[in-house]
């Protein structure tokens, strides 16, 4: 058998219910993992090792006194920006580096219910902004594949943990691409949901129209397993009522035959490594192989929804990011007055990009600006949506490249943040439609993996999860894991 | 010269809920221990989630449809984007281009007679918590009041003197009050006014710059403050100095307004909507089932009760003040219809005995009509009506019902208090008189008839105002020409 | 679509953040040329088109009027910076 912290998380389930293995054996061997590798990756923000070994001891009981859920006993990381109740919440900001939440977000009550044992927080953008997890305001996590490298972002940490073996599945989110585009940059597969599939009740907002919270493992079979458990209706998060939840694993039926796949132009854009073209193609005729029927589709206002995204996102984010006054938690710098302290705080306490973007988003509402930033932003965001849902009316499922490039040097963009931005052309559309999307691994180049994204019809992730798992049941890109040297 | 003045109201009050506009957390904020009513939601934690209260939104439609207004289908709710201490999430929650209800009005005495105020509009948000400030020059936050739901009732400026404005904001808080959406209590905050006033020389068409008057916690206040600040920007004008747009605090101690300290550079609220909250849309038949729940208005009674009851204006006036005696007269009225008694009749009793016995006790009469059955001014008059008691028997049985809270009919059987009209009782009383009086008698039986008067006043006396003095001086005639 | 030094002092303010003279001339040439690449949005007529505020479809999503527990006061004030009779204690509230 695999080392422990090799396992999937099927894997890890299974030894769990054979009795192979305890889940205080499995926490461990993760904790001991985390404690030898984690040094160089920089995963993680808060190792909760008393309180995970404390819920492994009391999944195994819960196991002896007979049927458990497919987490109970399951180690989990969570990105940095989930609210957990009596665990350092910092989202990767300044502001927040003592800030103890009181209550648990609505995810993490699920997973606890269902008996998974939580490691502790991963590392992050600071507020979940930026796609290299260089924003953290703590630690630059590594490209497991390349420690030179970024694991991508915001969920970095998320992503660089499950490549690293540091635990077999995380939650991250995604407003932008940040559980996708480090999925690809990892080599791991990550579902960003349907916007209203996972409640955000607990989510520290960065933009709210557009947050969500996915999955984040080696397999989409692990991936369809934590989101039985995270996904459904929550009274407290009005976005997030109305879709019934269905059976996620019994979907994986392994068969594409007759599933229309349609490739957008748009993506494969100028500037594309060529090998990663070459992988997201190759990856696509497999399927094609396996039975699905491929086609050509148009999505003709994917080049506008960067600008649309980095208006809408940065403006909801400056009314968010407003809270964080000093008053009721998090830092505070001391001034001459209330005002003087709430603008030294806000100063001090955020990092660059953060208050680029707050200023961004201030700008973008601000008078004589709403109409022609703001506005036009949501009318453009409305035709991008369009494209999509005319685009599914012919096809099921839509396969394009997670990102033009593989995993960049740590510090490439690090004075440009266009550039930067520019990193999540080929998601963020998705984040502005609604829509899931599935992030597979499907190739290497210069030795750093190439993620396949697959996206999906609103409320369809059993679709995605299908083509996913259809796709991985015959390559083997997923099961292979960095040296860490 | 004469200025023309124009004043225009904000009132902000609170919607009577449980609970508070977008969390569970008790709205009942007043007596509550600071920050003992607050969750991640109303502390604006981060992560926390709003989702708006049904009974809120139902209840400003309500006061929507109150003032005649046209309920907007589509609404949106928004964040307004600014920093102050005493708001959680820096932005409040609000509506700003599409306004729960628009174009209504009030109907009230204005000076040159009856007058209709425009309404603009009526929006809902969320209150701000309450900050203390500190001998020491610290400030003190408490978020028991945050996120409690309010509305904002927004008039034309149609106002044009200090009483009009009194008149019109304590109209609004009788029909605020009456269809329960608000309470009413000016002293918590829970109802509480900001006006805006200009004043131009007369024939100018263009108003005057507008100054706004915060935070006027009374309808006596309102007035002053209103007839202080006009009369502020007359001497102004006058002196020929200008009036600057500018926002002003009414100084209860001073009884004057004091100009609040400008602010360097123009407010920008960055309105947008709320992405956490999906849109409401009010379908007309949602509409329709709010117009069910609205109960008859105070001014539609008034005139009903003065078309149909025969009540004079006054009377009509005062049974329609408050729903709780308005209420309380219809029962009595519908207890008195197959008595036979007057509405009117009813309505005497209401407004002379029985306010005169709760002014003495300091009760409500919610509290007293526990006791004092709306049935028991039908069955006192009934019983006056009919001959069994005296008025004076009446107002004895009625004040027995009042403070033991039984029937007026029970009382007067106990007690023995029915008329005494004629029979055994009566006579041995007349015959006693006679016996005692023989001067009077003599008198009377001299030609001087008036004398009966002093013998009828001690047969009334020995009956404790149970007979009738026509009883009386017919049974004494009786007797003194039998002897 | 260069901002003027003006105007990003303005959002500043708006944001309520404190920037130095060189953050702000930094913060001036990164918005003006993030700005500038946005500009592409103004080809688009949108005369027709409908804002998209969300993406859910949904609408009247509200909650019953009914209590649920508050958190206790020491929770409440677990993270306070500074705090004072139960309340959380900020300066005197004055613009310098």
């Known amino acids: ?485 | 010269m004469d200025y023309l003045v124009t004043i225009g109201l904000e009132i902000h009050a609170q919607i009577q809920t449980r609970s508070k506009m977008f969390c569970g957390c008790s709205a009942d904020y007043a007596a509550a221990p600071p920050n003992t009513h607050v969750c991640p939601v109303c502390m604006g934690l981060p992560g926390s989630l709003p989702v708006p209260n049904r009974r809120a939104i139902e209840l400003a439609a309500l006061t929507g449809l109150a003032l005649n207004c046209r309920i907007a289908s589509d609404n949106v709710i928004s964040r307004k984007n600014y920093f102050y201490a005493d708001l959680p999430s820096g932005y409040q929650r609000s509506q700003y281009d599409d306004p729960l209800c628009v174009n209504g009005w009030v109907d009230i005495d204005g000076d040159q007679g009856p007058k209709r105020i425009g309404l603009t509009r009526v929006h809902i948000e969320e209150d701000t918590g309450k900050l203390t400030h500190t001998a020491d020059g610290g400030s003190l936050v408490d978020f028991n009041r945050a996120g409690v739901p309010l509305m904002e009732i927004v008039s034309e400026p149609d106002i044009t003197s200090p009483e009009e404005a009194r008149r019109y904001f304590q109209k609004l808080r009788q029909i605020l009050v009456w269809i329960g959406v608000n309470s009413g209590d000016m002293e918590s905050g829970a109802l509480r006014c900001d006006a805006n006033v200009s004043v131009r020389p007369a024939g100018q068409q263009a108003y005057g710059a507008k100054v706004e008057i915060k935070n006027i916690n009374s309808f006596r206040f309102v007035e002053r403050a209103l007839a202080y600040e006009i009369e502020r920007q007359v001497t102004s004008l006058r002196a020929g100095e200008r009036i600057v747009q500018s926002t002003r605090g009414w100084d209860e101690a001073t009884g004057t307004t004091v100009a609040q300290r400008t602010k360097e550079f123009a407010e920008d609220y960055r309105y947008f909507p709320e992405p956490d909250i999906p849109p409401l849309r009010l379908t007309e038949a949602w509409v329709a089932e709010r117009r069910a729940e609205l109960p008859e208005l105070p001014d539609a009674r008034r005139q009903r009760f003065m078309t149909d009851y025969d009540l004079t204006p006054y009377d009509a006036t005062v049974l329609t003040d408050e729903r709780a005696v308005s209420d309380y007269y219809e029962q009595a009225v519908a207890a008195a219809r197959p008595r036979g008694v007057a509405p009117k009749d009813v309505a005497n009793w209401l407004t002379g005995e029985l306010f005169r016995l709760l002014k003495d006790s300091g009760e409500t009469l919610v509290v007293a009509a526990q006791r004092i059955r709306p049935e028991y001014l039908a069955e006192v008059q009934e019983l006056l009506n009919n001959g069994v008691i005296t008025r004076t028997s009446a107002k004895e049985a009625f004040d027995a019902a009042f403070r033991e809270g039984r029937a007026p009919a029970q009382i007067v059987a106990e007690r023995g208090m029915a008329v005494i009209g004629a029979g055994d009782a009566l006579t041995d009383m007349v015959r006693q008189a006679i016996a005692d009086n023989p001067k009077v008698v003599e008198e009377y039986r001299g030609g001087k008839v008036t004398a009966i008067k002093y013998l009828i006043g001690q047969v009334m006396k020995a009956t404790r105002g149970q007979a009738s003095p026509q009883a009386v001086q017919q049974a004494l005639e009786q007797e003194l020409t039998r002897q | 679509m260069a901002l003027t030094l003006a105007e990003v002092e303005h959002v500043a303010r708006l944001a309520r953040l404190r920037l130095s003279p060189a953050e702000l001339e930094k913060m001036r040439e990164q918005l003006s040329n993030i700005l500038d690449h946005f500009q592409m949005l103004q080809q688009i007529d949108v005369s027709t088109i409908p804002p998209t505020a969300q993406v859910t479809d949904l609408v009247n999503v509200m909650r019953d009027d009914e209590l649920r527990p508050s958190l206790a006061r020491e929770q409440a004030l677990a993270n306070a910076p500074v705090q004072q009779d139960g309340m959380f204690r900020v300066r005197a509230i004055f613009e310098e």
């Not at chain 1, 059993?462 to 390559?475: S, W």
């Open chain 1, 1 to 485: 058998m695999a080392a422990l912290h090799e396992l999937t998380l099927v894997q890890a389930h299974e030894a769990l219910t054979r009795g192979d293995v305890t889940s205080v054996e499995l926490t461990q061997a993760l904790l001991a993992r985390i404690a030898a590798v984690d040094s160089r990756v920089q995963a993680f923000l808060t190792v909760d090792a008393d309180g995970a070994l404390e819920q492994a001891r009391a999944a195994d009981l819960q196991r002896a006194r007979g049927p458990s859920s497919a987490l109970l006993g399951i180690p989990l990381g969570i990105k940095d920006v989930i609210s957990t109740s009596g665990v350092r919440t910092t989202c990767g900001s300044n502001m927040l580096a003592t800030y103890v939440p009181v209550y648990d977000a609505t995810v993490i009550a699920r997973l606890k219910q269902a008996g998974a044992v939580l490691l502790g927080k991963l590392n992050c953008d600071e507020f979940a902004m930026g796609s290299s997890t260089e924003h953290s305001a703590y630690q630059q996590t590594r490209n497991p594949w390349n420690l030179e490298r970024v694991p991508g972002g915001s969920s970095g940490g998320s992503a660089a943990a499950v490549a690293a073996g540091e635990a077999p599945a995380t939650l991250g989110t995604d407003t932008g691409g940040s559980i996708r585009q480090p999925a690809a940059l990892c080599g791991i597969t990550g579902l960003k949901p349907t916007y209203g599939r996972v409640s955000r009740y607990g989510l520290v907002a960065f933009a709210s129209s557009l947050d969500q919270i996915g999955p984040m493992a080696r397999t989409a079979h692990d991936c369809a397993m934590v989101l039985q458990v995270i996904a459904g209706d929550d009274p407290q998060d009005a976005t997030c009522t109305g879709h019934p939840v269905p059976e996620y694993v019994a979907a994986l039926t392994g068969d594409v035959r007759g599933l229309r796949i349609g490739v957008p132009r748009e993506f494969f854009v100028a500037g594309m490594q060529p090998e990663v073209e070459a992988a997201i193609r190759h990856a696509i005729d497999v399927l094609r192989d396996q039975g699905a029927i491929v086609q050509e589709i148009s999505l003709p206002h994917t080049q506008y929804a960067l600008p649309v995204y980095y208006l809408i996102a940065p403006a909801e984010a400056s009314a968010n990011l407003a809270r964080y006054d000093g008053v009721r938690y998090g830092l505070r710098e001391p001034g001459e007055s209330y005002f003087d302290e709430l603008e030294r705080t806000r100063g001090a306490g955020f990092g660059a990009e953060v208050r680029r973007r707050i200023m961004l988003g201030t700008y973008a509402l601000s008078a004589g600006y709403y109409d022609a930033y703001y506005k036009r932003a949501q009318q453009v965001r409305t035709l991008i949506r369009r494209d999509y849902l005319e685009a599914f009316e012919q096809v099921d499922v839509i396969a394009a490249p997670t990102t033009p490039t593989v995993a960049f040097k740590i510090g490439a963009h690090s004075d440009d943040p266009l550039a930067m931005y520019l990193e999540d052309v080929c998601t963020l559309p998705l984040n502005l439609a609604g829509l899931p999307g599935l992030v597979v691994p499907c190739g290497f180049a210069e030795g750093l993996p190439i993620g396949l994204q697959l996206i999906g019809r609103p409320f369809d992730e059993q679709t995605l999860l299908r083509t996913g798992d259809a796709y991985q049941r015959v390559t083997d890109w997923h099961t292979r894991m960095p040296a860490l040297v």
